[in-house]
Every structure is written in structure tokens, then in C-alpha cells.
């Protein structure tokens, strides 16, 4: 199959916002892919890679060479050069990079040049999510949608339960079972404003316990083996010897346990997020980085023990397994309570310690892998900024036509102007994008017909986050984490938004 049938139907996909439509789109493609050729497409489609990462960064996907007339590269192709692209290291490595993507951006067409940097990039927003391309999957294998479903919760990565569907049908899908080294999609939560609306959703006594802002991980154990994954399934073994002796001193040579690790100071506090995920993604002397960043393990479930497979299990009978298989310094810190304030004041102790928030948690829910179940249920402080919007970027599928993503920027007393953290097109109503789609062109400096449009910054917008982190893609050295829109400040002057001294010192 070729790139461009992938780009078309992308671009299909993401014109239209009726679901039904969407699957349609991709079921037809699906339905006509080659074999070996499935799970690149279903990967592709659903925004991700089967390399997962290859080492290229936006910089590099700026200014492609000439597009070719006539389409001619096929998905295996492709796959080949980002195959290549990644497995380049060592000195010269970024620019042997550089090279192999000119030369496969040169024989691509220009639909299919926008299809790619998009999707390197992580901004294929075309609204073809997990559940969308689960339908797709089971209307272009004429299976159940229940069937891909469970084999996703077996396996963890939909273009591999896809490919087996396209290719196999119902019998392929139930050859999938939960296996030790294998990981699956991690349960994800929801969310809730506070203790008391979040235990509102449940039924019955609770658990509440700690949410670290650490990196999930997926242990393994069999006999002398361990293995552990993150939560996008990577393999990260080498790089958390701490967790590998942990789990290896453990009686039980049989297990798969969910939880975090996560770099604490002496005092017990928690270490911002980006000191947690640089000890975890470093790759090179490993015992020294080990020495100077330490990581502490706490894991909250067990998906089997002891030969025993338990997804299928309530969340109290579980737990009692992981607590039976763990001494009591590996299990995150929970309180079970109905009472909303005792929920409440361990909430407030928990933020008191430093940590994101909390779960609450069903204890008769069974571990919905790869799914935000109804049964687990986040609760965070919010933060809030008001910060000036420098630009934005139109939009995709339902947002064709409306400046969506924006750049966002704090204030320089010093310099008299402004410092970009981040963008973000969340919590946009349809309303909110109309009205500043025609209050952005109206405060336009410079063109409007490119990926961005640049405008006075004149305009003030509450932010919530969830926390700063140091970053080198912008210039003040710091992003906004998960930045959502609140509001517009149309009662706050540019003069009084908030500065960039402000978002550093929330670092701290």
C-alpha cells in the first residue's frame, strides 16, 4: 500500500466529525491493506509508530525538500527508513539522521510530506482514537468490537491486535492471553474536582490513595527474569536497576505489578518531574546516574501473582494480593474510608507531602487495561496562570477553519516583552474558537495563511496546569505541563499577567 492512500484517508478522517464517518473511512482503508503491511497502517493512522521513538525532534522536520509529483513510496518503505533513522548513534549520529529524512521526505508527495511531519511530530489530531480505530479494526475484520477489546487488554498495542484480526479473525484474537514479559495497557483514571465528587461517582467505601509524579512503570517477573515497561509500553529494564533487585528479592518468582518510580530528596519530598524522567530515560552510566539520583518504587496493583492471572478481579481482592506478594515499603500509601472528610484531610496531607494528588478507587472494579475505567478517579489541586496569547495555529478535523492551538507567553518585566511556555488547545468550546478565530485576525501582525498566525499579544487567558518543568524548546527554559484554557481575561490588561519569574518559582 502506498503513503498516500494512508495521507487521504487521514485527511478523510479528519474533515469530518461524525464517528460513524470516521470508522467508515478507516475500515475501507483497512479492508484493502496488505497483510504485512496492517500493523504499520493501523500504527500511522492511530498517530503513533512502531519504532516508537527514532530521535527526530521538530526542528528537524522543518523546511522539507521539493515534493516529488507522482506518489510512488509504499507504507514498507517508510517504515524501513525510520527503521534506519533510529538505529543511527554515536558521534555523527544527528546528522546521519538528518540525511535519511531529506532523502525520504524527498520522495514524498506534498499531502504526504504534511502526513508525516505530523506525525512525527505527535500532532496527527484527526480524532482516529484508540475507540475509533477499535471499530474500524472490528468492521474491516467483521469481528466483534468486544473481541478486539479484550485481545487490547491482552496485548497493549491495537496495531498488533489489529493486524491479527485483519489476518486471523475471532480465532486470532483469543489466542491472545495476559503473559509474563508482555505488557499491557496500563487502567487509566478519570477526573473529578474534589474527594467528595469523585467519592460521589462510587459506590461504597473507597480507596484513596497517593498519586506520584513519578513514571509508571509495569514490573515482570518470571523465575529469575524481570522486566519492566513504562506505561507507553517501552522497555526500560536496564535503566531502573533499583526496581529490577526490588522485585527480584521478592518471594514470588511469578508476578506483574503496576506502579511508579519515582526520585525523592532526603527529606522524602518529591523531586520535579523532569529529575524522575531524566534518571529514567538515561541510557549511559547507568550506576552513576543511579548514585546521584536514586529512585524509590511504589506499586499499586498486581495484575497476577503467583501464577494467578487478576485482571478480572475487584480492585479489594487485588490489592490484597499485592500486599500478601509485597513488604509494605513497595505498596503506595491508601486510606479506605466512606467519610468524604477523612478523604479529604488525607487528600490535603498527601499535597502537604508534596505529591501530585490523589486516586480514589472502587474496590469492586476489575483493572480496566488500556481504558479510563469508571472506577479510578483522579483529584488534583488546580493551578492557575493568566498568561498572554503570541499566536496560534489553525485547526484540524472539526477545528478546520478556526485558529486553535495557542502559544502562550509570560510576561519579561525585564525586557519589556514576553516569553513563550507552551501551547495548548485544550478546553476549547466551539463558541470560545469562533470568537477568537475573528479576534485573532483582527490582531494578525504578518500573514495568515500559514501553519501559525502571529497576533499583538493583547489578549490575557486563564491557564490551568498541572506543573512547570525545565525545557530547552523554549526560551525561558521552562513549559507548562498539560496547560488547558479556562477562560479569556477580557477584566485583566496585558500589564498584569502573570510574569516568567512567577512560573519559575514554581518550580520549587
Same mark, same amino acid.
Given at each position: ?150 485481545? /487490547? ?8 491486535? %489489529?493486524?491479527?484480526? #485483519?489476518? +486471523?479473525? !475471532?480465532? &486470532? =484474537? *483469543? ?67 533499583? /526496581? ?8 514470588? %518468582?511469578?508476578?506483574? #505489578?503496576? +506502579?511508579? !518510580?519515582? &526520585? =525523592? *530528596? ?243
Amino acid at each position: 500500500m502506498l503513503l498516500i492512500d494512508l495521507a487521504r484517508t487521514s485527511a478523510a478522517v479528519a474533515a469530518g466529525s461524525a464517528r460513524l464517518a470516521k470508522i467508515a473511512h478507516l475500515a475501507e482503508l483497512l479492508g484493502r491493506v496488505e497483510p504485512d503491511e496492517a500493523e504499520i497502517a493501523i500504527a500511522y493512522l492511530s498517530g503513533e509508530l512502531p519504532q516508537r521513538y527514532i530521535g527526530v525532534g521538530w526542528k528537524s522536520l522543518q523546511d522539507p525538500p521539493e515534493p516529488r509529483l507522482a506518489a510512488t513510496a509504499t507504507l514498507r518503505q517508510v517504515d524501513g527508513f525510520l527503521d534506519r533513522i533510529k538505529a543511527q548513534s554515536g558521534t555523527g549520529s544527528q546528522a546521519a539522521r538528518r540525511s535519511l529524512l531529506n532523502e525520504l521526505f524527498g520522495a514524498l508527495t506534498r499531502p504526504e510530506q504534511v502526513f508525516l511531519t505530523r506525525l512525527l511530530s505527535g500532532e496527527l489530531r484527526q480524532g482516529a482514537l484508540d475507540g475509533v480505530m477499535v471499530e474500524a479494526v472490528a468492521k474491516a475484520a467483521e469481528v466483534p468490537a468486544t473481541e478486539v477489546r479484550r485481545a /487490547l487488554t491482552l496485548r497493549g498495542w491495537l496495531p498488533a491486535v %489489529g493486524a491479527a484480526a #485483519l489476518g +486471523g479473525g !475471532v480465532e &486470532a =484474537l *483469543r489466542a491472545f492471553h495476559l503473559e509474563v514479559g508482555r505488557p499491557v495497557s496500563p487502567m487509566l483514571a478519570q477526573s473529578a474536582t474534589s474527594i467528595a465528587a469523585a467519592m460521589g461517582k462510587l459506590t461504597g467505601p473507597v480507596a484513596i490513595e497517593w498519586k506520584l509524579d513519578g513514571v509508571r512503570v509495569q514490573a515482570h517477573r518470571t523465575g529469575d527474569q524481570v522486566s519492566v515497561f513504562t506505561r507507553t509500553l517501552d522497555d526500560i529494564t536496564a535503566q531502573v536497576p533499583e /526496581l529490577v533487585e526490588a522485585v527480584s528479592a521478592l518471594p514470588s %518468582g511469578d508476578l506483574v #505489578l503496576d +506502579g511508579e !518510580v519515582i &526520585a =525523592l *530528596r532526603s527529606n522524602g519530598r518529591p523531586e520535579p518531574f523532569q529529575v524522575t524522567s531524566g534518571r529514567v530515560s538515561s541510557r549511559t552510566d547507568v550506576a552513576r546516574v543511579r548514585e546521584k539520583t536514586p529512585l524509590s518504587i511504589f506499586f499499586f496493583d498486581a495484575l497476577r501473582v503467583d501464577g494467578e492471572d487478576l485482571l478480572d478481579l475487584p480492585g479489594e481482592a487485588r490489592h490484597a494480593a499485592l500486599t500478601t506478594a509485597l513488604p509494605p515499603e513497595l505498596v503506595t500509601p491508601r486510606l479506605v474510608t466512606d467519610d468524604a472528610a477523612e478523604g479529604e484531610a488525607f487528600f490535603k496531607e498527601t499535597i502537604r507531602s508534596g505529591h501530585e494528588g490523589v486516586v480514589v478507587k472502587s474496590l469492586q472494579t476489575p483493572y480496566a487495561a488500556g481504558r479510563r475505567g469508571a472506577g479510578w478517579i483522579k483529584v488534583k489541586p488546580r493551578h492557575t496562570l493568566d498568561l498572554v496569547v503570541l499566536a496560534a495555529e489553525w485547526g484540524h478535523g472539526r477545528r478546520e477553519g478556526k485558529l486553535s492551538n495557542l502559544h502562550l507567553g509570560a510576561r519579561d518585566p525585564e525586557s519589556g516583552g514576553f516569553v513563550m511556555l507552551g501551547k495548548t488547545f485544550k478546553g476549547l468550546t466551539d463558541e470560545l474558537l469562533a470568537w477568537q478565530t475573528e479576534r485573532f485576525l483582527a490582531l494578525a501582525e504578518g500573514p495568515t495563511d500559514g501553519w501559525a498566525v502571529t497576533v499583538r499579544p493583547e489578549l490575557v487567558v486563564e491557564v490551568a496546569f498541572d506543573g512547570v518543568q525545565q525545557s530547552s524548546r523554549y526560551p525561558g527554559g521552562v513549559a507548562l505541563r498539560f496547560a488547558r484554557v479556562i477562560r479569556y481575561r477580557s477584566d485583566k490588561p496585558v500589564d498584569q499577567a502573570d510574569t516568567i519569574e512567577t512560573v519559575r518559582s514554581l518550580m520549587l
